[in-house]
């Protein structure tokens, strides 16, 4: 069993900086990647950013050169700054972690966590 936690959300005004965190635990191995989702009402889930094991990131253009994702493999922690926030940036961010499980042969587990909101004021 895995999961992940999400934290570091809130209300900020336009053209102000959060850093989000997430933090796996479980049965983990190591991870295969990580990533950051976000869902404002009324739109779909969309792809953030994402990281793999060995450092290679995905940023979406939307936030890309504003939005920087890392890794802690030690801690199993994967993070999002964020900086320069807009208004079309509020949304409920989700933490989604892939990983190899401790236990069983080739066996990968998933994770979504609960979400951590992020407004953003003009």
């Known amino acids: 069993q895995v999961q992940v936690v999400e934290s570091g959300g809130g209300l900020v005004h336009a053209g102000s900086s959060l850093r989000l965190s997430c933090a796996a635990s479980g049965s983990i191995f190591n991870i295969n990647h990580m990533g950051w989702y976000r869902q404002a009402p009324g739109k779909e889930r969309e792809l953030v950013a994402g990281?793999?094991?060995?450092?290679?990131?995905n940023v979406a253009d939307s936030v890309k050169g504003r939005f920087t994702i890392s890794m802690d493999n030690a801690k199993n922690t994967v993070y999002l700054l964020m900086d320069g926030l807009k208004p079309e940036d509020s949304a409920v961010y989700y933490c989604?972690?892939?990983?190899?499980?401790?236990?069983?042969?080739?066996?990968?587990?998933?994770?979504w966590g609960q979400g951590t909101l992020v407004t953003v004021s003009p």
């Open positions: 989604y972690g892939n990983f190899n499980s401790a236990s069983g042969t080739f066996r990968t587990l998933e994770a």
């Open positions: 990281i793999s094991n060995d450092g290679i990131t």
